[in-house]
């Protein structure tokens, strides 16, 4: 089974039948009529600080890894100006040091 569509073939039987196209309208403006369902909440998404308060540190020391590789490359953050990189990067190594030491004492505790 294929799942391509052809749009020009597709487009073509739409505009030499008219029923169709009538339908497909009637089809398409019922359903921008429904009330759209809410997104489902699956039970990884409430994780977030709650079940693992390492996560959020973890996000600033990537975020200052990646700052950090495209300075060392000399590339452009492409911030205009609107965001201090630097403090950005000090902020990120700190996170960086708390997982560390967070790290450690798991791994002390365990073994």
């Given amino acids: 089974m294929s799942y391509v569509i052809d749009f020009k ?9 008219d029923g169709l196209k009538d339908r497909v309208d009637r089809i398409i403006a019922e359903r921008m009529a429904e009330p759209a369902e809410p997104f489902r909440e699956t039970l990884r998404q409430p994780a977030g600080r709650k079940k693992n308060p390492l ?11 990646v700052i950090a590789g495209k300075l060392l490359r000399g590339e452009s953050l492409r911030t205009g100006g609107y965001v201090d990189e630097i403090a950005w990067l000090r902020e990120g190594a700190e996170a960086a ?15």
């Avoid at 073939?9 to 039948?17: E, H, I």
């Avoid at 040091?97 to 073994?111: H, N």
């Fill in 9 to 17: 073939a597709a487009a073509a039987r739409l505009a030499a039948d």
């Fill in 55 to 65: 996560r959020h540190l973890h996000r600033e020391a990537e975020r200052a890894v």
């Fill in 97 to 111: 040091r708390q997982l560390a030491d967070e790290l450690t004492s798991l791994v002390e505790r365990q073994g």
